[in-house]
C-alpha cells in the first residue's frame, strides 16, 4: 500500500508525564473568555497552551481556517496537498458494541474507505464505496472482549491512520470493563495531555462527553467548523478519537452561546437554525445512529451489560411552554425515554443530561429545575420502579466535579454525577445543603475526569465510579 505521511493521524505517540500548565499571568495562559473569543491569534493560542506546535502544523492550521471560514472546499483541499494532509484530523472510533465498531474520517477530497481490522494473526476487511469528505465505515462481524489493531486508507490506497481498540464484552459475560466520563473541555481542555491520555492508558472502553466540548458560542457553519479544526489538529485529540470510541451530546456552547436553547436565543430573539446545527454536529461526532427517525441528537446504545442514554437537553426546548411539562425534553424526546427505559434489558443503564439533573448547586438555573419540574419527576418516578436495575445520572454543565444523592420516596436514592473539569475552567461550586452532597470541587484551575468500572461479584451488578486527577490520584471513589 502507498503510505502518505499524516501530521494529524500520528495517534501513538506518548505524551509527556505532565505538561505544564501556565497560571493567569503567564502569556501562554488561555482564560474561559477568551476561549469564547474565537479569533485566529487565540485559538492558535490554544493550540500552542501546553505544548509549542510546529511551525507547519500552525501555518496549515491558519490556511486551512481561512478556507473553511471562506467556504471553499476546493482551497481546503489544496491546502491540504501542500501540507501532506490525506485526512482532517485522524480517525475517529464511535458505536462500540461486542461485535463492532464504527470509524469515521474527514479527508479533504470524497473518497471511498477501507478498513483493515487485525486481531490474533488473523485479518479482517471492511469497504466503504461511497465518496464522501466525511465517510464512517461500519466494522461488524467482531468477536466480543477483544482487542484489535486497525488502520484505514482512502481509494487511492493511501494510508489515512491507524489505532487500537477492544470490543465491548457479551452482555451477560460477567467480565469487567471500564467507561471514562466527563465534560466542559471548553477548546481548552481538547490540548492537555494528561487525562486524554490517561483514557486510553488505563484501558476504558469508551469516552462518554456530556457537552461544552469543542465549539464555543460559535452561530454559522463555518465559524463552527474552524472550531473542530482546532479540535481536529491537536495530537492530544487524534490519540484519544483514534484509540477510544466517544459518544457525544452538546450543551450551550456547543449549540449556539451561553444558555442558549430551543429555537431562538432568549435574550436577544436571534433565530437560531436548529436543523443544520443537529446536522453539523451528527457530522462531526461518531455517535450511534438514531433507532428511530427523530429531531433532536439524542439516542441509545449498549455497551457490554450497561445501556448508556445520551438526551438532547438544548434542541428540543420550548421557550414558549417555560415551566410546562415536555418544555425542556419536547413531548417526542421524552416519550422515547420513556419508552427505552420500560423495555431496556440492561442491568446497568446510565443517563446524560448537559444541564444539572438536580437543583442543588444552581437552584435549576438554564436547567430542569426552571423548566420542567414535572417531567423532571415523571422520569425519576419511573426510574423508581426499575428496582432490579441501578440507574446512574450525569451530567455536565456545571464546572469543576460534584455528586449528590437525590432522595426518593421509596428509599432507593438516586446519584447524579457532574464531571465538568476536562478544561479546569471556573464555575460550579457546593451546595448550600451539604446533606447530600457527596463531593464538590470547584472549577478554578481544578482538572479531572470520571472513570467508571462495572463488574459482577457474586452475581450482583457492581458500579465504581472514580474521580482522578491528572497525576492519576484517585480523588473520590464511590461504590454503587
Known amino acids: 500500500m502507498k503510505s502518505l505521511f499524516v501530521f494529524l493521524a500520528a495517534c501513538t505517540a506518548v505524551a509527556p508525564c505532565l505538561a505544564k500548565v501556565p497560571g493567569p499571568k503567564d502569556p501562554k495562559f488561555v482564560s474561559l473568555r477568551e476561549a469564547h473569543d474565537g479569533r485566529t491569534v487565540i485559538d492558535l ?85 461511497d465518496k464522501k469528505r466525511i465517510n464512517t465505515v461500519a466494522c461488524s462481524g467482531l468477536k466480543a472482549d477483544t482487542a484489535y489493531s486497525y488502520e484505514i486508507f482512502n481509494d487511492q490506497g493511501v494510508s489515512l491512520g491507524s489505532g487500537k481498540f477492544t470490543t465491548a464484552p457479551a452482555a451477560g459475560s460477567a467480565a469487567s470493563y471500564k467507561i471514562a466520563i466527563g465534560a466542559d473541555f471548553h477548546k481548552i481542555g481538547l490540548h492537555r495531555p494528561e487525562l486524554l491520555d490517561m483514557v486510553r492508558q488505563r484501558g476504558n472502553r469508551a469516552m462518554v462527553l456530556l457537552g461544552d466540548l469543542a465549539v464555543d458560542g460559535r452561530k454559522t457553519i463555518p465559524t463552527r467548523n474552524i472550531d473542530y479544526l482546532l479540535r481536529d489538529v491537536s495530537p492530544v485529540w487524534q490519540r484519544l478519537a483514534a484509540n477510544v470510541p466517544t459518544y457525544t451530546s452538546w450543551d450551550d456552547h456547543d449549540y449556539f452561546g451561553n444558555d442558549t436553547s430551543g429555537d431562538y436565543h432568549a435574550k436577544s430573539s436571534t433565530p437560531i437554525p436548529v436543523k443544520a446545527m443537529r446536522k453539523n454536529w451528527k457530522r462531526m461526532w461518531n455517535n450511534p445512529e438514531s433507532d428511530i427517525p427523530r429531531e433532536g441528537i439524542y ?173 492519576g490520584k484517585i480523588l473520590e471513589k464511590v461504590e454503587i
Not at 494532509?85 to 474520517?105: N, R
Not at 430542569?368 to 420502579?385: C, S
Open 45 to 129: 493560542k490554544i493550540l500552542n497552551q501546553f505544548e509549542d506546535q510546529p511551525k507547519e502544523v500552525q501555518a496549515f492550521y491558519t490556511e486551512a481556517r481561512a478556507a473553511i471560514l471562506a467556504e471553499d472546499a476546493d482551497q481546503l483541499a489544496k491546502v491540504c496537498q501542500k501540507y501532506g494532509h490525506a485526512i482532517i484530523g485522524s480517525p475517529m472510533l464511535g458505536t462500540i458494541s461486542d461485535s463492532g465498531v464504527s470509524i469515521k474520517v474527514h479527508s479533504p477530497v470524497p473518497t471511498g474507505l477501507k478498513v483493515v481490522l487485525s486481531a490474533s494473526g488473523s485479518q479482517q476487511e471492511f469497504v466503504q464505496d
Open 299 to 471: 439516542f441509545q446504545t449498549v455497551i457490554g451489560d450497561t445501556q448508556l442514554i445520551m438526551l438532547d437537553t438544548r434542541s428540543c426546548r420550548s421557550h414558549e411552554k417555560q415551566g410546562q411539562l415536555y418544555s425542556f425534553l419536547g413531548k417526542d424526546q421524552t416519550d422515547w425515554l420513556k419508552k427505552t427505559l420500560k423495555e431496556s434489558q440492561s442491568p446497568v443503564i446510565l443517563i446524560s443530561s448537559g444541564t444539572m439533573w438536580s437543583d442543588y448547586i444552581s437552584q435549576g438555573k438554564d436547567s430542569w429545575g426552571t423548566w420542567d419540574r414535572e417531567g423532571r419527576e415523571e422520569i425519576y418516578q419511573l426510574i423508581d420502579g426499575l428496582e432490579d436495575k441501578k440507574v446512574l445520572l450525569f451530567s455536565g454543565d456545571r464546572h469543576g466535579a460534584h455528586a449528590f444523592r437525590i432522595k426518593r420516596p421509596n428509599g432507593k436514592d438516586l446519584i447524579e454525577f457532574g464531571v465538568g473539569a476536562l478544561g479546569g475552567v471556573p464555575g460550579g461550586g457546593v451546595a448550600k445543603d451539604r446533606s447530600t452532597q457527596l463531593f464538590a470541587y470547584r472549577g478554578v484551575g481544578f482538572w479531572a475526569l470520571g472513570e467508571l468500572e462495572f463488574r459482577v461479584e457474586n452475581g450482583q451488578h457492581k458500579v465504581t465510579f472514580r474521580l482522578i486527577d491528572p497525576e
